[in-house]
């Protein structure tokens, strides 16, 4: 039965358990038609179950689900997709060697064949392009091919792969679709966003981006502990009251430490001169001083992630020169920079994650050293340094045996950032370090960032999209545009507006 | 700044503590059965074939003969224990223990049984550690895909032997010094059961107890993970062809001085059966990772399982069903085993 008034999705009283937890405890979550309802909670509050309960991934022990009306039954992938519910992950899911049109017809419906079974390629194309056209995306190429896409043109693809039938579309899921875009394009995410909606899609939106909620949603659903706490307008609320919510205590707001005020700034540990390097860097200048906690700023293509890269050792020098503590570094290779004290958190989660070794394993990796003593390895000692380690960086579940596979995607960011801190590193660099990560554990791991700079004196490169993180945590904001370092702020210059502007500054 | 944000995080998520208890003890439960099956398999075939075949299968002399007959496996798979805890396959094992039956036999041949023992054996155990080096330098500095690389050095390798021996059975002037080294015994106990032994306590120690072996196993779950982490990568998958190499030697030299003959065709039956008791192997004691304790499991099961059936008068052809079974085995359950694991998230 569907009914033109019924709710393009309602789930009711989904209740699942996992052995040792909790994870959905009688949740209700209905979106309209038409509406933009956005999903909140920390990370472990059940929001990636309740999607997969929805994908049909997992079976609920109880509750109900109906799209548009009809009833759904759990567990069948295929049903769902037929009912017109589109789930978009975090990881796209587009294979980078095949063209924009190979990618649409991947999966969701096939090639329509000719004789012989060949498949007719200018009928796929001007198909490819009108649908294109259709939801707005008229700039990309049905030929171009995957990899060379930007962030935002390829979460794009995969939004317009999942529209293969607008007519037939009732939900759309966004599970965490921005968190990869930087802040500029996320603009143009929205706008095939409310295209859609527009349209009469309900559009689940899950973000960890409060902005995001305020900028885009109509409606609001926050989870904590596997119940809803929060479900109602977004028009009435602020930023700081979802954080409220999510966190389930007062959040203090992040705000600015005592900034380089009456602190001299140490020696340089860290210089690029005129760099020139990877596909992006065009002759950037920066120095990097010790106990400093340096900010880098700028779009997509204007050169952080190939700063990030460079000190990775990953990016070919092709000019200038790269010196740790004065000294030019002739070859600056992965080994050579870990040598020299440059350790690097990647923004890319397979470049962190060891897949089958537990916590405690994932988070020693880096220095083993400490344990081997009198040809043993210790690892009675190796434990308890890991158990301190969860302890004070709240990882949870805190237990340093668990397969690093099985935390959710903030926690092991946490294990990774523990990996790093422990092993005293001279410079500190990082890239997004709090993407995907809740409000609570954003915050912990900004202030241990501080704490490394502060205490140990280690230099910090915080090399980030999120610009609250930024304005909350540097004392210096560097912003690169076309490969160059363009501004720099210090001091009450450094706020989010103003990072934001010069970022996209012409020239 | 530090103070205000301490306050700001809680814990994600509590559980009931009975019901937490409740369900630890449930996994700990399941957690034994998953790392102590396969001995339990092990214990329940010799119960089985003691009472199937009385008076023939539990004797000193057939146990004996079961475990010596193993050795050459053992070494083999010691050593391949290294490449695939470092994630890549060395399937050219057969290959270069071939070439070191025939390097063996071939130096005393040449020098007319002149040749010193010792020296022969460094001759050897050099060449094999060699392959390994060819193997890891294609497999490292080429990026090319260690199965691909293995195979067809593999190939090489076999080749190079039989163009030595000329498609011949390498067998003048082998020295009985060296003879007796494969058929001798210490204290009652077979020369290659002693090897065995110590090559196990070997790599028992360097897997399980240095940085070195926490390093191997970091580098096969995730060698760019590991190498941006820190781990030198690279030199491990050189250690691991280069160990697996000499180890397929060593084998080679057990082979030699056991038989007393180089043939240019023994390497390929040791291939089967040493993956089959690695991947059997990381199945139990320590389920998920290529363990020794495990492995000896592994090539126990397969060898018992073998002569048990054997015994009994079953053909000739379920020793390869057997083995391939057996591998086949291992990797459904692994791949079990991770789904579960998933499922437990």
């Known amino acids: 039965m569907t009914t033109d008034d019924a709710a393009a999705l309602e789930l009711h009283g989904i209740v699942k358990t996992f052995p040792g937890q909790r994870a959905l405890d009688g949740v209700d979550f209905t979106v309209a038609r038409g509406e933009i309802h956005a999903l909140l909670g920390h990370n472990g509050s059940g929001k990636s179950t309740l999607i997969k309960v929805l994908s049909g991934f997992h079976q609920p022990d109880d ?445 | 700044m530090s103070e205000s944000l301490s306050s700001a995080t809680q814990p994600a998520e509590e559980v009931a503590p009975a019901r937490h208890a409740e369900r630890r003890a449930g996994r700990i439960g399941l957690d034994l059965l998953d790392r102590w099956a396969g001995p339990l398999l092990l214990v329940a075939m010799i119960v089985a074939f003691t009472i199937a075949s009385p008076g023939v299968f539990l004797t000193s002399s057939n146990l004996l003969a079961v475990v010596n007959n193993q050795t050459i496996t053992a070494v083999v798979a010691l050593g391949l224990l290294f490449p695939l805890a470092a994630g890549v396959f060395d399937i050219s094992i057969g290959g270069v223990l071939t070439l070191s039956v025939i390097t063996s036999a071939w130096t005393f041949q040449q020098t007319a049984g002149s040749m010193p023992v010792p020296l022969a054996i460094l001759i050897t155990l050099a060449v094999g550690a060699s392959a390994g080096l060819v193997n890891a330098l294609l497999v490292v500095r080429l990026s090319i895909d260690p199965f691909i690389v293995t195979l067809g050095s593999g190939s090489i390798f076999l080749g190079i032997s039989q163009l030595v021996a000329n498609g011949q059975v390498v067998s003048r002037d082998i020295p009985t010094a060296f003879t007796d080294l494969g058929r001798g015994e210490l204290f009652g106990i077979p020369n290659p059961i002693v090897l065995v032994v110590v090559l196990a306590l070997i790599v028992f120690y360097v897997l399980e107890m240095t940085p070195l072996g926490r390093m191997i196993y970091a580098t096969g779950f995730g060698r760019e993970q590991s190498r941006l982490a820190g781990v030198p990568t690279h030199r491990i998958l050189v250690l691991a062809f280069v160990v697996s190499g000499f180890c397929a030697s060593l084998a080679g030299l057990v082979y030699t001085s056991r038989i007393g003959t180089g043939q240019p065709d023994v390497g390929a039956q040791y291939l089967l059966p040493s993956y089959a008791a690695a991947f059997l192997g990381s199945t139990m004691i320590k389920p998920g990772r290529f363990n020794v304790p495990g492995l000896l499991v592994g090539l126990a099961i397969l060898a018992i399982g073998i002569n048990g059936l054997q015994l009994q008068g079953i053909p000739f052809w379920v020793i390869s069903t057997f083995q391939g079974g057996a591998l086949i085995l291992a990797v459904v359950l692994t791949k079990l085993r991770k789904l579960s694991v998933r499922a437990d998230g």
């Not at chain 1, 975090?90 to 969701?108: A, F, K, P, Y």
């Not at chain 1, 929205?190 to 559009?203: I, N, S």
């Not at chain 1, 707001?253 to 210089?271: I, P, Q, S």
């Open chain 1, 63 to 507: 509750g109900r689900c109906s799209v548009a009306g009809s009833r759904l039954r759990f567990g069948d992938g295929v049903a769902v997709s037929r009912a017109g519910v589109r789930i978009i992950h975090q990881d796209i899911g587009l294979v980078d060697e095949l063209s924009v049109l190979e990618n649409l017809r991947l999966g969701v419906g096939t090639y329509r064949a000719g004789t012989l079974g060949a498949i007719r390629w200018r009928g796929e194309r001007s198909a490819a392009r009108a649908r294109l056209d259709d939801l707005g995306l008229g700039h990309l190429d049905p030929d171009a091919e995957v990899a060379g896409l930007s962030a935002v043109e390829r979460t794009e693809v995969a939004v317009a792969r999942a529209i293969d039938d607008p007519d037939a579309i009732r939900v759309l899921v966004l599970d965490e679709a921005s968190a990869a875009l930087p802040e500029e394009q996320v603009q143009h995410l929205f706008r095939l966003v409310r295209t859609l909606a527009a349209r009469g899609v309900g559009v689940v939106y899950v973000t960890h981006r409060l902005e995001e909620v305020i900028d885009l949603a109509d409606r609001v659903t926050v989870l904590r502990d596997g119940e809803v706490v929060l479900q109602e307008s977004v028009s009435a609320l602020t930023r700081e009251d979802l954080a409220r919510v999510i966190a389930g205590s007062e959040v203090a707001a992040v705000h600015a430490t005592d900034r380089a005020a009456g602190r001299t700034a140490g020696a340089a540990v860290l210089t690029l001169d005129d760099v020139v390097a990877g596909r992006e860097l065009a002759g950037a200048s920066l120095t990097l001083r010790e106990g400093e906690v340096l900010g880098v700023a700028g779009l997509a293509g204007s050169g952080v992630h190939e700063v990030v890269r460079l000190l990775q050792g990953r990016a070919p020098l092709r000019g200038g020169t790269v010196a740790v503590a004065g000294a030019p570094v002739a070859r600056p290779g992965v080994r050579a920079l870990r040598r020299l004290g440059v350790a690097v958190l990647p923004g890319e989660r397979d470049q962190k994650r060891i897949t089958g070794m537990t916590v405690a394993e994932n988070i020693t990796i880096a220095d083993l050293s400490p344990y081997w003593r009198g040809g043993r390895f210790r690892h009675g000692e190796e434990r308890a340094e890991a158990v301190a380690l969860v302890e004070r960086y709240r990882i949870r579940p805190p237990d340093v045996r668990r397969p690093i596979e099985l935390l959710s995607g903030g926690n092991a960011q946490k294990a990774y950032v523990a990996r790093l801190l422990r092993t005293a590193p001279r410079v500190l660099v990082l890239e997004e370090p709090t993407h995907g990560v809740d409000v609570g554990g954003t915050a912990e791991i900004l202030r241990l960032l501080v704490e490394a700079a502060r205490n140990e004196g280690t230099a910090v490169l915080l090399c980030s999209s999120d610009t609250d993180d930024l304005a909350a945590t540097c004392d210096r904001v560097l912003v690169l545009r076309d490969g160059v370092v363009a501004d720099e702020l210090t001091d009450k210059e450094i706020t989010r507006e103003r990072i934001v502007e010069l970022c996209y500054a012409a020239g």
